[in-house]
C-alpha cells in the first residue's frame, strides 16, 4: 500500500519561500505521475505541478516561474520549492500519485494516491 506524507508547510510573508516535501513509501512502479495540488477554503482543488518518472514537468499558469516541481535520486521523495509567496497561495497542499506516465490533463485529473495535505499560509 503506498503512502505519501507531506511535510513542509508553514506561515510565511508575501515573497518569501517554503520547500514542501512528500515522501513515499512501498512505491516501486518504474514509470508513474507525481503531482501538487491545493485547495482553499471554499475553492475548488487546484493542480499546481506535476512530474514524471523522466523528469518531465508541467506546472500551473499561476505558478510558473516561482514554483519548482522535483524529486531525489532515489525517486521517493518529492518536492515543491515555493518561492516568491502571495497570499493567493494560500492553501492546504497535497502531493498525489499514479502508477503510469503523466499525460495531457494531468493538473486536472484524478491521482490513486493521495497525502494528507500540509497547510501553506501566505501572509500580506
Known amino acids: 500500500q503506498v503512502q505519501l506524507l507531506e511535510s513542509g508547510g508553514g506561515s510565511v510573508q508575501a515573497g518569501g519561500s517554503l520547500r514542501l516535501s512528500c515522501a513515499a513509501s512501498?512505491?516501486?512502479?518504474?514509470?508513474?505521475?507525481m503531482a501538487w495540488f491545493r485547495q482553499a477554503p471554499g475553492k475548488e482543488r487546484e493542480g499546481v505541478a506535476t512530474?514524471?518518472?523522466?523528469?518531465?514537468?508541467n506546472y500551473a499558469d499561476s505558478v510558473k516561474g516561482r514554483f519548482t516541481i522535483s524529486q531525489n535520486s532515489a525517486k521517493n521523495t518529492l518536492y515543491l520549492q515555493m518561492n516568491s509567496l502571495k497570499p493567493e497561495d494560500t492553501a492546504m497542499y497535497y502531493c498525489?500519485?499514479?502508477?503510469?506516465?503523466?499525460?495531457?490533463?494531468?493538473?486536472?485529473?484524478?491521482?490513486?494516491?493521495y497525502g494528507q495535505g500540509t497547510q501553506v499560509t501566505v501572509s500580506s
Open positions: 512501498a512505491y516501486t512502479h518504474k514509470a508513474y505521475c
Open positions: 512530474i514524471d518518472a523522466d523528469g518531465g514537468t
Open positions: 498525489a500519485a499514479e502508477d503510469y506516465d503523466c499525460y495531457s490533463g494531468s493538473l486536472s485529473y484524478e491521482y490513486h494516491y
